[in-house]
């Protein structure tokens, strides 16, 4: 049966309890948010800029991105409102201003060419239609600005063994993306100067890189999109119901 948003939501709902807690906080998220803020280093625009994280969870990269670059304006969209909820505390205790929303990869609730910055961290294999979500990632994307995506790495066989086998035999018909497929999904999204890099370790993962054409136009605002939102569908800024 194919891996569905509704399956995807549930488990996200299900990860919140105990997430902050969960031992791939060591083992996979922390090596991940580092390899990220790395790259960052050097590459931002000479003014201030903004960053969505999308499968921002309950926020433990956003508070590390904070820490690191204190001017950031930071947004997070995440599929479960159950994540954003058991980030609350975190949210308002952040310096400046973190903006979480409940909404969905596929459909992002922002403003064409909103943000200078995207990032999307160890969620990516439970997006049902990746494509779609490249996609609109690359359509919120600023003129030049930047995907910084990570998932697990399957290429070798140890990573094989953990994300082919392991985890979708946990978590169901997730899937993991070749680092082939990966460049196929920027460049049919229209983004360039890809570059990937892949990290080692017991959890191994890799990052792809790429960027929005600098000289493109951005195309005008639909009626959908004409908007950048601070909230998601139904759910306030904490991912309370309203």
Known sequence: MPYTRTEAAR????????????????LLFGPSHRAIIGRLRGRLPGRPWTLLDVGCGTGVFASRVKDAFPEVEVWGVDLAPEMIRMGRERWM?????????????????FATGSFDVVTCSNSFHHYPHQERAVAEIRRVLRPGGRLILIDGYRDSWWGWLIYDVCVAGVEGEVHHASARRFRELFRAAGLVETAQEVHGGPAPFLLTEGSAPPDEPTRPASREDATLVGVGAGVDRYGESR
């Open 11 to 26: 488990e996200f709902a299900r990860w919140s309890e105990n997430y902050d807690r969960s031992i791939l906080q060591r």
């Open 93 to 109: 205790s952040l310096p400046g201003e973190f903006r979480p929303v409940q909404g969905d990869s596929e459909r992002l609730p």
